[in-house]
T-cell receptor, first 115, second 109 residues
Framework: DAGVIQSPRHEVTEMGQEVTLRCKPI?????LFWYRQTMMRGLELLIYFNNNVPIDDSGMPEDRFSAKMPNASFSTLKIQPSEPRDSAVYFC?????????????FGPGTRLLVL | EDQVTQSPEALRLQEGESSSLNCSYT??????LFWYRQDPGKGPEFLFTLYSAGEEKEKERLKATLTKKESFLHITAPKPEDSATYLC??????????FGPGTRLSVLP
């Protein structure tokens, strides 16, 4: 398996623009997680899905952030409008319900810079 | 609210010099504690999951242990390729996942 795939790997945009990050989880995994990582705050869970349904979005910082999972093989995280403080590395991870549910497999991340 | 702290923030070792990393946690009901390794520019890579106090797991030069309040990651005779940031995280029965800030380990040849 190719692992978790994220695109784009790097994104530079200007304040106020819409940003869409994409994630393809590992085939067969039923949990998908979106994280944000910064030097100041470390790795923060934003939202996670189970079987394409959002379970907990309490980590989403504000209404400018939204996430969708239209099917088992694709998810998006959208920021509209973007702000400089959104600059961070955004990771997607997936896992499989069962004895090793806690084993989350992370993608390579999207490095976002908002100018 | 779950809290995870890690110490030290950074650690520099000579090759072959064994040491331990600490992860202290406060959680409302521990479902699992896990350790990840993160290399620069990459996503975290899973190392271990521990479920109950007294449990230990090993992988090559790494050994993870768990008590009711903390976990240790012991590194025996480290090599330069063990240099990375090591992250600890907890998963509770309220379905919360919380990561610690990490320990940056440098192993010098």
């Amino acid at each position: 398996d190719a692992g978790v795939i994220q695109s784009p790997r790097h994104e530079v945009t200007e304040m106020g623009q819409e940003v869409t990050l994409r994630c393809k989880p590992i085939s067969g995994h039923d949990y998908l997680f979106w994280y944000r990582q910064t030097m100041m705050r470390g790795l923060e869970l934003l939202i996670y899905f189970n079987n394409n349904v959002p379970i907990d979005d309490s980590g989403m910082p504000e209404d400018r952030f939204s996430a969708k999972m239209p099917n088992a093989s694709f998810s998006t995280l959208k920021i509209q409008p973007s702000e400089p403080r959104d600059s961070a590395v955004y990771f997607c991870a997936s896992s499989l319900e069962g004895t090793r549910r806690e084993t989350q497999y992370f993608g390579p991340g999207t490095r976002l810079l908002v100018l | 609210e779950d809290q995870v702290t890690q110490s030290p923030e950074a650690l520099r070792l000579q090759e072959g010099e064994s040491s331990s990393l600490n992860c202290s946690y406060t959680v409302s009901g521990l479902r699992g504690l896990f350790w990840y390794r993160q290399d620069p520019g990459k996503g975290p890579e899973f190392l271990f999951t521990l479920y109950s106090a007294g449990e230990e797991k090993e992988k090559e030069r790494l050994k993870a242990t768990l008590t009711k309040k903390e976990s240790f990651l012991h590194i025996t005779a480290p090599k330069p390729e063990d240099s990375a940031t090591y992250l600890c995280a907890v998963h509770d029965y309220g379905q919360n996942f919380v990561f610690g800030p990490g320990t940056r380990l440098s192993v010098l040849p």
